[in-house]
């Protein structure tokens, strides 16, 4: 039986992860799970991610996690808000502000995955897929 959203899977094992200060974590490969690993690099939240194989063979993406010190970690949560039985679009000029702009929303747009800030920017809109702080 397949996932059903593999989106959420992705966002519970990094957080879940983070909790554990775990130093990296593989999650499902897919196209959309790839845009959101390069936009949590491109916002600073991971260290980066790369293509592996997971221990049956199949296709896995490895986040490599950020931590500042030992104490404190660069993920505080992560939230899914678009979900397969309710999905949340929003145009350009309503979309939100995650914790008065100390967080990221990430945004499926027409332009591809980017997040809050840059849809204000390209005044475009979409799917809000998670909130990250």
């Avoid at 959420?8 to 992860?17: C, S």
């Avoid at 959101?36 to 490895?62: F, H, M, Q, T």
């Avoid at 929303?105 to 702080?133: F, H």
Wanted: with cysteine; aromatic share 6%; proline share 5%.
């Amino acid at each position: 039986m397949g996932m059903t959203d593999p989106v959420a899977d992705m966002l519970t094992r990094i957080r879940n992860a983070n909790k554990a200060r775990f130093a990296n974590v593989n999650v499902f490969a897919s196209g959309m799970n790839t845009n959101i690993a390069k936009v949590l690099k491109k916002s600073g939240y991971i260290y980066g991610y790369e293509n592996v194989k997971d221990e049956k063979g199949r296709p896995a993406l490895k986040v490599v996690l950020k931590y500042p010190d030992a104490k404190s970690r660069v993920i505080t949560d992560i939230k899914r808000v678009s979900k397969p039985g309710r999905r949340v679009y929003v145009s350009s000029d309503r979309i939100p502000k995650t914790l008065n702009g100390h967080g990221i929303s990430i945004l499926s747009t027409p332009r591809g995955v980017i997040t809050d800030e840059e849809a204000r920017q390209l005044n475009v809109g979409g799917e809000v897929l998670c909130q990250v702080w």
